[in-house]
């Protein structure tokens, strides 16, 4: 029996999808793709044991896809990957349905 989590990660950027690669592929059954909309279809077809979303909580348009993507998919556990840090992050993640949020400690040593 496989005991893999099956993932999908959601990035806008593609080359960080290769770190993310590099740390879930070998504990992880791992779809990827950096479309909302490829996203959401994936959600449609596939079972997923949680949804990685690498995302900044300060552009519109990816607080719209949160807010469709909770709307058609309310039950999947939800994990926020954030670039940075404020007071207003812990907030938003949860505001948006996520069950947690992290913070890239690489983007923590940039500053």
Same mark, same amino acid.
């Given at each position: 029996m496989n005991s893999a989590i099956k993932? !999908? !990660?959601?990035? &806008? *950027?593609?080359?960080q999808s290769e770190f %993310? &690669?590099?740390? !879930? /592929? *070998? /504990? %992880?059954?791992? #779809?990827?793709? *950096? #479309?909302?909309?490829?996203? !959401?279809e994936l959600l449609d077809v596939e079972h997923f044991d949680i949804l990685l979303l690498n995302l900044d909580l300060k552009d519109q348009e990816n607080i719209n896809f949160l807010k469709k993507l909770r709307a058609q998919h309310p039950d999947v556990p939800l994990l926020i990957i954030v670039n940075y840090y404020d007071e207003e992050t812990p907030l938003k993640a949860f505001e948006f349905g996520a069950h947690d949020y992290l913070i890239r400690v690489n983007s923590l040593l940039k500053h």
């Open positions: 993932t !999908l !990660l959601m990035v &806008e *950027n593609v080359h %993310f &690669e590099k740390i !879930l /592929n *070998n /504990n %992880f059954i791992l #779809d990827k793709t *950096n #479309d909302f909309y490829k996203a !959401l």
